[in-house]
């Protein structure tokens, strides 16, 4: 299967500290997103990084990718309190004679004041 | 712009009673994709369109779910009749692809998603 698996699968840290999710998937890629979903609310994305990138920033942000052990990770730098939500990795590869882009289980990210 | 705009956003209905779901997505994105999460089976890809053109259904779990796109403003996925198995959140997600099906997916943009139960 493409797609990709989260690590952990909760992760509960204070405000300030970071948090580091991980990511890990199965087929060769297109590029890897991550994106962001508040509780009862839809996703939004955060970042994508194309497979023949290693490392890339936004804000806060930052993502890692290592196409050689099929794993990313997603780095969120002095959180706060507003960074509660679950993180979600999705893998754009071939599948089934379409591109399609699958997404993993989820990472539930609780920032406590 | 308003981004994707789906309704009803809860719907409650009994076994055996039809559901439709509507879309409506960024205007100028020409790809619409149905997903669907349960804490189960997390987010599945049902169907996705390219150009109004349904590229991809292989994720649409069985006959009784359907999905159209009449022009590029407006899709709907609907499920006849409706058991209680379907109860999940569906998201309509669209994009802008530049290179066409069967080329890199970009960014997804998501609406607030159509939280249904069937009882």
């Known amino acids: 299967s493409q797609q990709g698996e989260e690590d952990p699968q909760a992760l509960s840290i204070q405000e300030g500290e970071n948090a580091t999710m991980n990511c890990s998937y199965k087929?060769?890629?297109?590029?890897l997103q991550w994106y962001r979903q508040n509780s009862g609310r839809g996703l939004v994305h955060l970042i994508l990084i194309r497979s023949n990138e290693r490392e890339k920033h936004s804000g806060r942000l930052r993502v890692t990718l290592d196409t050689s052990k099929k794993s990313s990770s997603l780095l969120i730098t002095a959180s706060r309190a507003a960074d509660t939500a679950s993180y979600f990795c999705a893998t754009d590869g071939f599948s089934g004679g379409y591109n399609k882009l699958i997404f993993g289980a989820g990472t539930r990210l609780a920032v406590h004041p | 712009d308003a981004g994707v705009i789906q309704s009803p956003r809860h719907e409650v209905t009994e076994m055996g009673q039809e559901v439709t779901l509507r879309c409506k997505p960024i205007?100028?994105?020409?790809?619409l994709f149905w997903y669907r999460q349960t804490m189960m089976r997390g987010l599945e890809l049902l169907i996705y369109?390219?150009?109004?053109?349904?590229?991809?259904d292989s994720g649409m779990p069985e006959d009784r779910f359907s999905a159209k796109m009449p022009n590029a403003s407006f899709s709907t996925l609907k499920i006849q009749p409706s058991e209680p198995r379907d109860s999940a959140v569906y998201f309509c997600a669209s994009s802008l692809s530049l290179a066409g099906p069967g080329t890199a997916t970009g960014e997804l943009f998501f609406g607030e998603g159509s939280r249904l139960t069937v009882l």
């Open positions: 369109f390219n150009n109004n053109v349904p590229i991809d």
């Open positions: 087929t060769s890629i297109n590029n």
């Open positions: 205007s100028g994105h020409n790809s």
